[in-house]
């Protein structure tokens, strides 16, 4: 049987879908898997042994540039050949479902009811039903197993084994890590200001580690921001990192603490020790682990519908990051 899975996006999207995977081959040994990602995210998929093919396309850059459709169209076809016996669309998006249509007519996907684009669903023969403010990983395992007849139970995806996998890293990470203290990553950035920890607060935070911290970037910005707090303490700002080198780095750090964006889902995805700091968006985007905590700002979060101007996130007291952080760096995580 040959399968295709459409995620195209975002990082931490995919890495919450990639949960599916084992339980998928576990169940269906001789089942083949392609995914169907956008190509800057292909990296994330890159050499785990679940996934025959990774496909990419460039969607993203129609917004810029629409005489690129047609080059975009052929690839589909030319992925198309592959003749699948059935594609899973995990985005639930009208551009998903159309990329999925495109692959075969043998499509799966949320039922209307669990999406926000529902038109989406009109796209497939085989529709998931699962509430839209469920647990987020729940939701991904959920469409890409259940149209396969395989049911998955909350205390399997708790017991995962690690499904991010990677080469030798490119940059000199050597250079950066201690063997004589904790290791702490953190991750300053996300997609909207207000999910991001305020730089100050990161500040008092590393000052009160006792800890050798980390701090990798993604974007001008984020590494101004970096370079800001790495002159006002002993924190050492990481190069550039492509996302082999990230998942390389965080198979290395003791301890990753981040806003809610992707390197933070990809500790949890390595069953690596990690704290992810809430405030516009819920926390039931994640799985609680022992190792892997989160801490929420006191807002109410509307699933159906964020708030990009709640930047309550800035209420987290740094101490509480740091007792949490310190129980996790001792092995005693606490609750």
Not at 177 to 206: A, C
Not at 273 to 289: C, D, E, K, M, N
Request: glycine share 4%; charged share 20%.
């Amino acid at each position: 049987m040959k399968i295709a899975i459409v995620k195209l996006s975002a990082l931490g999207d995919i890495v919450h879908a990639m949960a599916a995977l084992q339980f998928i081959k576990a169940a269906l040994p001789e089942v083949h898997i392609d995914w169907l990602v956008e190509q800057g995210f292909a990296g994330v998929l890159a050499d785990n042994p679940d996934i025959r093919q990774v496909l990419s396309v460039n969607l993203k850059a129609l917004k810029t540039d629409k005489t690129l459709l047609f080059r975009e169209l052929a690839k589909l076809r030319q992925y198309r050949e592959h003749h699948y016996d059935l594609v899973i669309d995990a985005q639930g998006l009208i551009k998903s479902a159309i990329v999925a249509r495109i692959l075969s007519a043998q499509c799966a996907g949320f039922d209307r009811h669990s999406i926000r684009e529902k038109w989406a669903a009109s796209f497939y023969n085989k529709t998931v039903a699962c509430p839209y403010d469920a647990n987020t990983i729940d939701r991904n395992v959920k469409v890409l197993t259940q149209p396969l007849g395989i049911s998955v139970s909350h205390q399997q995806i708790l017991d995962k084994q690690p499904f991010l996998f990677f080469k030798p890293a490119d940059s000199v990470l050597d250079d950066y890590f201690q063997v004589d203290k904790h290791n702490v990553m953190l991750v300053i950035g996300s997609t909207w200001p207000s999910r991001n920890y305020p730089i100050e607060l990161y500040l008092k935070l590393i000052l009160g580690l006792q800890a050798h911290c980390l701090i990798c970037w993604g974007s001008e910005q984020e590494q101004q921001n970096a370079q800001w707090l790495a002159e006002r303490s002993d924190a050492r700002v990481l190069p550039r990192l492509s996302l082999n080198d990230l998942k390389a780095a965080i198979a290395r750090a003791d301890l990753l603490i981040g806003n809610d964006t992707g390197p933070t889902h990809m500790a949890w995805g390595m069953n690596r020790p990690s704290i992810t700091l809430f405030g516009p968006t819920p926390v039931s985007r994640v799985y609680q682990t022992e190792i892997n905590k989160v801490l929420k700002s006191p807002s109410v979060v509307n699933p159906f519908k964020l708030d990009k101007n709640d930047f309550s996130i800035a209420k987290i007291p740094p101490q509480h990051v740091i007792e949490l952080a310190q129980g996790l760096l001792a092995g005693t995580p606490g609750v």
